[in-house]
Nanobody, 123 residues
Framework: QVQLAESGGGLVQAGGSLRLSCAAS????????MGWFRQAPGKEREFVAG???????TYYDSMKGRFTISRDNAKNMMYLQMNSLEPEDTAVYYC?????????????????WGQGTQVTVST
């Protein structure tokens, strides 16, 4: 069983930065493809970024250049560094794990989810 726990959310002004963390309680963390998603009120959950076990990553277009995903397999941790935050980035952010090592952007392709952490960006 995989347990995921996000942390690092909060309230930040537009233009500011936050670093989200995801702690995974799982054996063989490195074998999982990991992703960050977000969900704003009234909207569907959307892909933010994903990262393979060895580091190659992919981002949703609007976040490319502002967000950086990374992972530390030795610590069973994944991170999302978010810079130049905009009010439109306000959402609950979730980390997710996929048992396949193949990249995916659709939430239905992920097998395990954390509880989420709120990110609020004020004007």
């Amino acid at each position: 069983q995989v347990q995921l726990a996000e942390s690092g959310g909060g309230l930040v002004q537009a233009g500011g930065s936050l670093r989200l963390s995801c702690a995974a309680s799982v054996r063989s963390f490195s074998t999982y493809y990991m992703g960050w998603f977000r969900q704003a009120p009234g909207k569907e959950r959307e892909f933010v970024a994903g990262i393979s076990r060895s580091g190659p990553s992919t981002y949703y277009d609007s976040m490319k250049g502002r967000f950086t995903i990374s992972r530390d397999n030795a610590k069973n941790m994944m991170y999302l560094q978010m810079n130049s935050l905009e009010p439109e980035d306000t959402a609950v952010y979730y980390c997710a794990a996929r048992t396949s090592f193949i990249a995916a952007r659709d939430p239905v392709e992920y097998d395990y989810w954390g509880q989420g952490t709120q990110v609020t960006v004020s004007t």
